[in-house]
């Protein structure tokens, strides 16, 4: 509970935490460019998804893939579930990410979800062999390295952000100092 007659004090705090900050909004984001370096790449984690889900369109398309995969292909459902297998994934690896993140940290979190995402990939590309199965084993396991990222990057970027990125910030800085006193 915070205590009454605070307000003042949490007020000169708040007008010297501006003070410190400077310029805030988009202009804030060059101030620290490594930070502002570290999100851009942390962000591709997102990328991915829109991405595999785009490329897979194209591929199903394709008269070669067509060949290989018969049946998987010209059948709805199959080719539904050939679409929908990804997302499966996602599912999954946005359940396991949460308890990932809290134990290693948000950054080997992404490190061991890009290696999955790798795997998955590899797996598909190399599916000429093992047929319609290892298409979908490879599409769902990819999925939990997309899906994984797309959860805990932007929890990653919020953390190393420096406050004065969000505009809206400052009300929130002024609330956590008013309750800590």
Known sequence: ???TGAGHFSDAALLRRQELVGTTGPKALFKNMRVFGVACFACLGGLLYGYNQGVFSGVLVMPAFKTHMGEWVVNGTKQGWLVAILELGAWLGTLYIGFLAEILSRKFAIMINVVIFIIGVIIQA???SAGPSAILGGRFVTGMGVGALATVVPMYCAEIAPPEVN??????????ITYRI
């Open 126 to 128: 190399t599916a000429i």
């Open 167 to 176: 505009r809206g910030q400052t009300r929130s800085v002024k609330r956590t």
């Open 1 to 3: 509970m915070a205590p």
